[in-house]
């Protein structure tokens, strides 16, 4: 069990819905990362909010948003999804330690499927 | 980031080692050699890291080319419970908080 837990475990809707996957970084963790997981594309990273700022932009498309609240947990927010949208969604948590190696810990992903 | 070269996948008998090939010719000299690695239905998780020396840990040990173009994940006696992808990741530290970049990996089967 890394500490990170993300809802729900899996997701299926239909094309054109908009959904929202929750992750909850381990205790203390400032940093909170957002990958996705298809079989053609391998493990990309989309986004990164560090401390409630996002810090950091990958392969994320515009339908696709994220948040970081106070608490430190986490929103990515996927609208018009297409069928190209299913995939696995992981988050990863890391805490910020100058000069450290802020290793990464991921949560189990929600398994998005959509019809 | 600077790119790295594993075969696609890999095959072990339970209880032999096993060594897991990573090339990176274009390495920097602050990159540092990272391995992640993902079981079946779960999401990746940090295996261990190095800069130029050899490194040992409980999970693994990761042996670096004495000119850093590549390295080798080394797991003494492979379970089953050691199939998984095995990512070979180049990070600029003390940098850490950055995101990873992960390639296809190595699918390693372990045979009972």
């Known amino acids: 069990d890394s500490g990170v837990t993300q809802t729900p475990k899996h997701l299926i809707t239909a094309t054109g819905q908009r959904v929202t996957l929750r992750c909850s970084p381990r205790s203390g963790d400032l940093s909170v990362y957002w990958y996705q997981q298809s079989l053609d594309q391998g493990l990309q990273f989309l986004i990164q909010?560090?401390?409630?700022?996002?810090?950091a932009k990958g392969n994320i498309l515009e339908r696709f948003s994220a948040q970081q609240f106070p608490d430190l947990h986490s929103e990515l927010n996927l609208s018009s999804l297409e069928l190209g949208d299913s995939a696995l969604y992981f988050c990863?948590?890391?805490?910020?330690?100058?000069?450290?190696?802020?290793?990464?810990?991921f949560g189990p992903g929600t398994r998005l499927t959509v019809l | 980031d600077a790119k790295t070269t594993q075969p696609n996948s890999m095959e072990s008998n339970e209880e032999e080692p096993v060594h897991l090939p990573c090339n990176h010719s274009t390495i920097s000299g602050t990159d540092y050699i990272h391995w992640y690695r993902q079981l079946p239905s779960q999401g990746p998780e940090y295996v261990i890291h190095g800069l130029t020396s050899n490194v040992n840990n409980r999970m693994a040990s990761l042996a670096i080319a004495e000119d850093r173009k590549s390295s080798t994940l080394i797991l003494h006696r492979a379970t089953l419970r050691d199939a998984a992808v095995y990512y070979c990741?180049?990070?600029?530290?003390?940098?850490?908080?950055?995101?990873?970049?992960f390639g296809k990996g190595t699918r390693l089967s372990v045979i009972a």
């Open positions: 990863a948590s890391s805490e910020v330690l100058a000069g450290a190696l802020n290793e990464q810990f």
């Open positions: 909010y560090y401390n409630g700022e996002e810090r």
């Open positions: 990741i180049l990070r600029v530290l003390p940098s850490g908080n950055t995101p990873l970049v």
